[in-house]
């Protein structure tokens, strides 16, 4: 792509919205970040805009003259989000409608909006319901006002720049400092964890054509046990780490999240990606580095 596309990201200060904006302009995206808070990772040519998706002028404003409108701003948090109806709608359903209006009035060649596999499940309590009902509305704006979109359903992420939001990032921390990892869960569950890096190099790829109007999941190669991960961490820091489990966990998937199914998604998958090992000690070298 030349330097003439431009690229606006709501959300682009956060753990996979900073990613996306370092793919786009490596690319050759024009990248514009849109968030509540300055990003710690700028690079150079990008442009930081402060401001709130609440704010219907300022997104309005903000996304005027952009191609392409990628939406990873909200409440992402789903253990945060479990108790927090109200927030859940203003940011994730509301937020994302003043995008998209910002979208069909600045006439962007495509809205991406990153939705998460939860939406075909009955788990995933507040959160899972804001998924269900943003991708609803972007389905019907499509409909009504001729909007072009791509929906991403993300997998377990992990990768640099989480923080304890992310439960990756937090088992890493804990075994670091405590050699004591708790967690939710009996240990059977299975997940598909993806790095980062590659969730956002996948989430530039999908602007190709074949990916319009299409709902794509994002998520790892290989299921792997819960733990089994867990088990990784110990091996790859050489100590014992103990493991305490909670038990059953209502609002997490424990095999599948494979229950309700609005719309099927197609699996976006790559040949070259990290290994999870590799990134795991990525992670660890950030958390010594900052000190966490």
């Not at 979208?103 to 495509?110: C, D, E, Y």
């Not at 794509?216 to 819960?226: A, E, L, R």
Request: hydrophobic share 35%; proline share 2%.
């Amino acid at each position: 792509m030349g330097t003439e596309n431009k690229a606006i990201v709501f959300g682009g200060s956060g753990f996979l919205g900073s990613h996306v904006a370092d793919c786009l302009t490596e690319k050759g995206y024009r990248v514009s970040i849109f968030d509540l808070k300055q990003s710690q990772y700028l690079l150079p040519g990008q442009k930081m805009i402060t401001g709130d998706i609440l704010d219907k002028q300022s997104v309005l404003e903000a996304t005027a003259g952009h191609d392409y409108v990628y939406n990873f701003a909200g409440i992402a948090d789903l253990d945060d989000l479990t108790t927090k109806p109200d927030e859940t709608v203003h940011f994730n359903v509301l937020g994302t409608l003043n995008i998209m209006e910002a979208a069909v009035r600045a006439k962007s060649g495509r809205f991406i909006y990153a939705s998460s596999i939860y939406v075909y499940s009955q788990k995933g309590g507040f959160y899972r319901c804001s998924k269900q009902a943003a991708e609803l509305y972007i389905e019907e704006y499509h409909r009504r006002f001729g909007l072009a979109y791509t929906i991403l359903r993300y997998g377990t992420l992990y990768g640099p720049r989480a923080d304890a939001r992310n439960s990756i990032y937090r088992y890493l921390k804990q075994a670091i400092e405590t050699s004591h990892i708790k967690c939710s869960g009996t240990g059977e569950e299975s997940r598909e964890y993806i790095n980062v890096k590659d969730a956002a190099r996948l989430s530039v790829e999908i602007l190709a054509a074949e990916y319009c109007n299409k709902h794509v999941i994002i998520t790892g190669h290989h299921p792997m046990k819960f733990k089994e991960m867990i088990s990784m961490i110990g091996e790859i820091l050489g100590k014992d780490v103990k493991i305490e489990f909670t038990g059953k966990d209502e609002d997490h998937y424990s095999f599948t999240p494979y229950s309700f199914i609005p719309k099927i998604g197609q699996k976006l998958v790559t040949n070259y990606y990290l290994d999870m090992g590799q990134g795991f000690l990525e992670c660890l070298h950030e958390i010594y580095k900052n000190g966490k």
